[in-house]
């Protein structure tokens, strides 16, 4: 914990200040071409946000389209083999099977307040490529995804499902070919179609506004954790954190709190110390991605250096900023697990509970399972971002199941 955050300096922020930053992180980095749009933006979304039609619209399509709210599920057969009281607040029960159809929802919503006639994406896992191409479907928008080749090869389910959905998905060859690559060509798509495009990022990473933004559209994770316990103490709060959007979205209203313990889960792929992971706060070093200075992965040239993991949605190298802001100031710590130690993740919750989760989600799991002995007799809040359906070739596959 930094000294700042010892004393007391360093609040949960409800907005990020006129720079868009969260202290020293975020801020507003991008071609000159997308600065009227992205400040447009910001004030389209803060007007937005402040209409009481607005968000009661939102809420309303949350409850009746999505799902919502999703229950907060006593985990008892896994609280038995960790001898900890493990609660999991089931994201993989909302529409399309992840916490993604939040964002997406609300997005698109803004989209068409503000008069947009196309939806632009990028997806790792799939996850968010499906919400956004369900939420165009839903608002009548055309509906461009894009998704590194790797990711089309290893999650070619959720491609099927955007197909069906009436969205384009354009594989991208370039760089690794994952969710960053992904990243990239939106970017450009968003810089040529500014005017009449929105680019709904689907994690809370990028330029000023989407961090802010994604999280208000996420809290309801955590706020509806809040009423759900029902004033029931919980001690300890984990999430998987790649861009970081759910874990953003179930640590935001909690954050702050004496009584808890914030914990984020990132991916160490084959393991930190081989150079071949994703924790970009484990590992990497302020810098600047995809138009906001965050913790990254980088060479000692301030080059990009590929993130790994045997998750394509954790598959990126770098966070969103308000996460490296409650990094440094101490409302949170981040920890990782690696490729193999999720997948015996997925066994353990699949064997205890008969939920399978998403190999992201997985990664929450095995925390709490490998650091049970300190947890012993406390009560742990799993968020249990989505199901594994997705990933079941590559689970099988390892597993050799078939």
């Not at 809040?226 to 909690?254: H, K, T």
């Not at 650091?371 to 199901?387: E, F, K, P, Q």
């Not at 359906?389 to 099988?396: P, V």
Request: aromatic share 6%; net charge negative.
């Amino acid at each position: 914990m930094t000294a700042a955050a010892a004393t007391g300096q360093c609040p949960r922020l409800e907005r990020p200040d006129e720079r868009g930053r969260f202290g020293d992180y975020g801020g507003m980095f991008a071609p000159e071409t997308l600065m009227p749009a992205l400040e447009a933006l910001a004030a389209d979304f803060a007007e937005a946000w402040a209409d009481t039609g607005f968000v009661a619209r939102f809420h309303d399509l949350l409850e009746k389209y999505t799902g919502r709210p999703t229950p907060l599920h006593p985990a008892d057969h896994l609280s038995d083999e960790t001898g900890t009281r493990v609660l999991l607040k089931r994201e993989d029960l909302a529409h399309t099977g992840a916490h993604k159809i939040n964002n997406a929802i609300g997005q698109a919503m803004l989209a068409t307040r503000t008069g947009k006639a196309r939806l632009i994406a990028e997806t790792g896992a799939g996850q968010h490529g499906v919400a956004t191409a369900t939420a165009a479907a839903y608002t009548g928008l055309e509906c461009v995804v894009y998704m590194g080749e790797k990711d089309i090869e290893r999650q070619s389910l959720n491609v099927q499902r955007m197909r069906m959905l009436g969205a384009e998905v354009v594989p991208v060859t370039a760089g690794a070919a994952t969710l960053k690559d992904a990243v990239n060509e939106a970017m450009r798509d968003w810089v040529r179609t500014v005017e009449t495009t929105h680019y709904i990022i689907g994690s809370a990473v990028g330029p000023h506004p989407f961090p802010w933004m994604v999280r208000e559209f996420q809290r309801i994770i955590g706020d509806e954790s809040i009423r759900q316990l029902q004033g029931e103490p919980v001690d300890v709060i984990v999430a998987c954190v790649g861009g970081g959007s759910n874990a953003i979205g179930m640590f935001y209203p909690f954050a702050g709190r004496d009584d808890v313990e914030l914990v984020g889960v990132e991916a160490a792929g084959h393991g930190i110390h081989t150079g071949r992971h994703g924790a970009s706060i484990g590992a990497g070093s302020p810098g600047i991605l995809h138009g906001a200075r965050t913790y990254m992965l980088q060479d000692d040239e301030g080059q990009v250096l590929e993130a790994h993991s045997i998750s394509a949605g954790l598959d990126y190298p770098g966070v969103g900023p308000e996460h490296a802001y409650f990094a440094d100031a101490g409302l949170a710590r981040y920890v990782s697990i690696t490729d193999e130690e999720a997948l015996e993740g997925v066994d353990l919750l699949s064997r205890t509970e008969g939920i399978i989760p998403a190999l992201e989600s997985a990664h929450a799991i095995a925390w709490v399972a490998k650091d049970a002995a300190r947890l012993a007799g406390r009560t742990v809040l799993i968020n249990l971002s989505g199901r594994g359906d997705k990933d079941m070739d590559m689970i099988a596959a390892k597993a050799g199941i078939g």
